[in-house]
Antibody
Framework: EVQLVESGGGLVKPGGSLRLSCAASGFTFNNAWMSWVRQAPGKGLEWVGRIKSKTDGGTTDYAAPVKGRFTISRDDLKKTLYLQMNSLKTEDTAVYYC???????????????????WGRGTLVTVSS | SYELTQPPSVSVSPGQTASITCSGDKLGDKYACWYQQKPGQSPVVVIYQDTKRPSGIPERFSGSNSGNTATLTISGTQAMDEADYYCQAWDSTTVVFGGGTKLTVL
């Protein structure tokens, strides 16, 4: 079955750290570009960041609110995506989704097109 | 930073056409996507690259994008289409979502 399953959410105090995992199955994970998207309670979607496949450089990009505090990584052997969150703030409270990124590639250039497969999300609550 | 603006809510009667707009500076120069999210569920893409429908998305969903505005149109709206809708675009290497529009079918 093609799916993404997030885990690792929970309650953490401001200033604390947490690592989220996203287990992939049913597709070629090592070739996938992956993103994290979050949604604060009752609010809209907010992009967190993205990691390319290793064959495309494995580089990452982050949204401004999390840059320098969050790190996205991947273990292709375990088919798992990670989100390391440090220096957490109350405003980081949200459901965190992992998602695959569909892209078009021509030659050495790739262009992201949309988010395709989504997990069910894991809730992170930052509170004292 | 780049911003996308959507109306907070849109109402439509069953069987009628619903239009949800998404505004951003020169948005027509970028590709826009639209996601549907029902309560308690993960988002689902309904339109990508302005006008394309993924397999499994009903033909009543269509999209357009020109100038500063992208539009999601739902023809013959059904009760099952009641949901939150988000537009999304790429600004260089970062992703921007609109604030979302709650579509009410009444």
């Amino acid at each position: 079955e093609v799916q993404l399953v997030e885990s690792g959410g929970g309650l953490v105090k401001p200033g604390g750290s947490l690592r989220l995992s996203c287990a992939a199955s049913g597709f070629t994970f090592n070739n996938a570009w992956m993103s994290w998207v979050r949604q604060a309670p009752g609010k809209g979607l907010e992009w967190v960041g993205r990691i390319k496949s290793k064959t495309d450089g494995g580089t990452t990009d982050y949204a401004a609110p999390v840059k320098g505090r969050f790190t996205i990584s991947r273990d292709d052997l375990k088919k798992t995506l990670y989100l390391q969150m440090n220096s957490l703030k109350t405003e980081d409270t949200a459901v965190y989704y992992c998602t695959t990124v569909v892209r078009d590639c021509s030659g050495s250039s790739c262009y992201e097109r949309y988010f395709d497969l989504w997990g069910r999300g894991t809730l992170v609550t930052v509170s004292s | 930073s780049y911003e996308l603006t959507q109306p907070p809510s849109v109402s439509v009667s069953p069987g009628q056409t619903a239009s949800i707009t998404c505004s951003g500076d020169k948005l027509g120069d970028k590709y826009a996507c639209w996601y549907q999210q029902k309560p308690g569920q993960s988002p689902v893409v309904v339109i990508y690259q302005d006008t394309k429908r993924p397999s499994g998305i009903p033909e009543r969903f269509s999209g357009s994008n020109s100038g500063n505005t992208a539009t999601l149109t739902i023809s013959g709206t059904q009760a099952m289409d009641e949901a939150d809708y988000y537009c999304q675009a790429w600004d260089s290497t970062t992703v921007v979502f609109g604030g979302g529009t709650k579509l009410t079918v009444l």
